[in-house]
């Protein structure tokens, strides 16, 4: 069974103080790793798709990379917009098809200005 | 449309009660999936179409739940005889097509919140 484990499970910062999130996940072939943004009251936005050990991914103050095992998302000197619930995600190889990802219960992460 | 809508946006039912929750996709994607958020929890896979074919649909948790899209465009969740442990978030994602998936994503709809009281 696909597993998809988050730490920490909140995380407060002041204004530009740098973190990372980190994401364990065990899968029994990894198609993808997914990093979403959800915002309260709102459906998870993309931000990144990883494919193999050893690669990154950046947008703006975000960061994501790659291990066999583990996946962090980088932020470097965050605003307060950065504030939300972090997810991440696997999909697994199937054979075939488009198989429904396996999601971790998030990060809440809050930036204080 | 501009991004994948979902009716109504709060939908309370009374213990027993059945609910279709509506997911407008955005327009020619092909793939459509459901998910279920309980509070403070991750999205949990519920079903999957292409086009009109529902190809997965090993996440539903019991036979209450079903779900259908006819013509390949819109779809809708019904749960039938509503239990309060079916209090969750229900979210719709699409996707061009299964090819598009890993590089751009999921796009999600902001969801149907169901209380069952």
């Known amino acids: 069974e696909d597993q998809v484990t988050q730490s920490p499970e909140a995380l407060r910062l002041q204004e530009g103080e740098s973190s990372s999130l980190n994401c364990s996940y065990t899968?029994?072939?990894?198609?993808?790793l997914f990093w979403y943004r959800q915002d309260p009251g709102k459906g998870p936005e993309f931000l990144f798709t990883?494919?193999?050990a050893g690669e990154e991914k950046e947008k703006e103050r975000l960061k994501a990379t790659l291990t066999k095992k583990e996946s962090f998302l980088h932020i470097t000197a965050p605003k307060p917009e950065d504030s939300a619930t972090y997810l991440c995600?696997?999909?697994?190889?199937?054979?075939?098809?488009?198989?429904?990802?396996?999601f971790g219960k998030g990060t809440h992460l809050i930036i204080q200005p | 449309g501009a991004g994948v809508s979902q009716s109504p946006r709060y939908k309370v039912a009374k213990r027993g009660q059945d609910v279709a929750l509506r997911c407008d996709p955005i327009?020619?994607?092909?793939?459509l999936f459901w998910y279920q958020q309980a509070l403070g929890q991750g999205p949990e896979f519920l079903t999957y179409?292409?086009?009109?074919?529902?190809?997965?649909k090993s996440g539903l948790p019991s036979d209450r739940f079903f779900a259908e899209r006819p013509e390949g465009s819109v779809s809708t969740l019904k749960i039938q005889r509503t239990q309060q442990e079916d209090s969750a978030v229900y979210l719709c994602?699409?996707?061009?097509?299964?090819?598009?998936?890993?590089?751009?994503?999921?796009?999600f709809g902001s969801g149907t919140r169901l209380t069952v009281v």
């Open positions: 327009s020619g994607h092909v793939s």
């Open positions: 899968v029994s072939g990894l198609r993808g």
């Open positions: 994602a699409s996707s061009l097509a299964v090819e598009y998936v890993l590089p751009y994503g999921y796009t």
């Open positions: 179409f292409q086009n009109e074919a529902q190809l997965d």
């Open positions: 990883l494919y193999s």
């Open positions: 995600a696997v999909q697994a190889n199937s054979g075939g098809g488009a198989d429904g990802l396996t």
